[in-house]
């Protein structure tokens, strides 16, 4: 419990800083103590989230969105995606299914980051750089949701169960849907926040590949602010006031999804 505690406090004492200095001005943050509010901070907190959202016409609810639609929307399509692939890698037997797996885990450990000039090269041949489709497509794909997939397809479905549908009538892509994406959905909550915090995280890839400002996620637009700081002193909070803003989709996706995720690996625990 003492080590559980210390490591509590080693991650929870940044975004309570995070809290604390976003309720500051930015005359505040020498003048008084870095831990702990200011008389003002009520006032200033709310004012400091009117300048973040009011700021160069409202360009940071704009990254926000991109955020979101990136995440959300990617982020269930990849799950979808994994999902069948994983599935069909567990349930049928064909050839070349052993390479194609291992293909797959060789995916897992290629780094996000090295993808991302080959990626530009292949984009700017289609001429779909600086476009929303450049952020968007990558994002579908998920080598650890398939290979995740599959393990938990083979120790979750049964094949009877499949048997038992297929008699009955039920069509290869009605069972998937039907039967297995039910006993799948632990394992799915959970390909489904990797994915989603992997792509909001994502920095290099929109670094890379985009132009426009309205298309940034919000990483990539906190980023070209806080590049900013020198010559704008008065950023600095909107970029600390923006990075507490920014955290708040993950933490809603890991309370509202966490007793799916726990359930899972209670399952998965007797099994």
Same mark, same amino acid.
């Given at each position: 419990?003492?080590?559980?505690?210390?490591?509590?406090?080693?991650?929870?004492?940044?975004?309570?800083?995070?809290?604390?200095?976003?309720? $500051?001005?930015?005359?505040?943050?020498?003048?008084?103590?870095?831990?702990?509010?200011?008389?003002?901070?009520?006032?200033?907190?709310?004012?400091?989230?009117? $300048?973040?959202?009011?700021?160069?016409?409202?360009?940071?609810?704009?990254?926000?969105?991109?955020?979101? +639609?990136?995440?959300?929307?990617?982020?269930?399509?990849?799950?979808?995606? =994994?999902?069948?692939?994983?599935?069909?890698?567990? $349930?049928?037997?064909?050839?070349?299914?052993?390479?194609?797996?291992?293909?797959?885990?060789?995916?897992?450990?290629?780094?996000?980051? =090295?993808?991302?000039?080959?990626?530009?090269?292949?984009?700017?041949?289609?001429?779909?750089?600086?476009?929303?489709?450049?952020?968007?497509?990558?994002?579908?794909? &998920?080598?650890?949701?398939?290979?995740?997939? !599959?393990?938990?397809?083979? &120790?979750? +479905?049964?094949?009877?169960?499949?048997?038992? =549908? !297929?008699? /009955?009538?039920?069509?290869?892509?009605?069972?998937?849907?039907?039967?297995?994406?039910?006993?799948?959905?632990?394992?799915?909550?959970?390909?489904?926040?990797?994915?989603?915090?992997?792509?909001?995280?994502?920095?290099?890839?929109?670094?890379?590949?985009? !132009? /426009?400002?309205?298309?940034?996620?919000?990483?990539?637009?906190?980023?070209?602010?806080?590049?900013?700081?020198?010559?704008?002193? /008065?950023?600095?909070?909107? +970029?600390?006031?923006? =990075?507490? +803003?920014?955290?708040?989709?993950?933490?809603?996706?890991?309370?509202?999804?966490? !007793?799916?995720?726990?359930?899972?690996?209670?399952?998965?625990?007797? $099994?």
């Amino acid at each position: 419990m003492l080590i559980m505690g210390v490591f509590t406090l080693y991650f929870l004492i940044p975004i309570f800083w995070l809290l604390v200095s976003s309720t $500051k001005t930015l005359g505040n943050f020498n003048s008084t103590f870095s831990l702990w509010f200011t008389p003002t901070s009520l006032a200033d907190g709310v004012t400091n989230i009117t $300048k973040l959202f009011t700021y160069n016409d409202g360009i940071f609810p704009r990254w926000m969105f991109n955020s979101i +639609v990136y995440a959300v929307v990617a982020g269930g399509l990849g799950t979808i995606l =994994a999902a069948m692939c994983g599935y069909a890698l567990s $349930k049928y037997r064909f050839r070349g299914r052993e390479v194609i797996f291992n293909v797959v885990l060789g995916g897992v450990l290629v780094p996000a980051t =090295a993808l991302a000039l080959p990626l530009f090269l292949i984009f700017s041949q289609v001429q779909l750089t600086n476009t929303f489709w450049s952020v968007f497509l990558p994002s579908i794909v &998920s080598p650890f949701g398939v290979y995740l997939s !599959r393990i938990y397809a083979a &120790s979750s +479905v049964p094949d009877e169960i499949i048997e038992a =549908a !297929r008699i /009955d009538g039920s069509g290869e892509v009605r069972t998937f849907f039907t039967v297995a994406v039910r006993l799948m959905s632990p394992a799915l909550v959970t390909v489904f926040l990797f994915q989603f915090v992997s792509i909001w995280n994502n920095f290099f890839l929109p670094l890379v590949i985009l !132009r /426009d400002q309205t298309l940034f996620p919000v990483t990539l637009g906190l980023y070209t602010w806080n590049s900013q700081v020198s010559e704008i002193p /008065d950023i600095r909070t909107l +970029v600390i006031v923006g =990075a507490l +803003v920014s955290i708040i989709p993950l933490l809603v996706a890991f309370l509202s999804l966490q !007793r799916f995720w726990r359930n899972g690996l209670g399952s998965g625990g007797l $099994k």
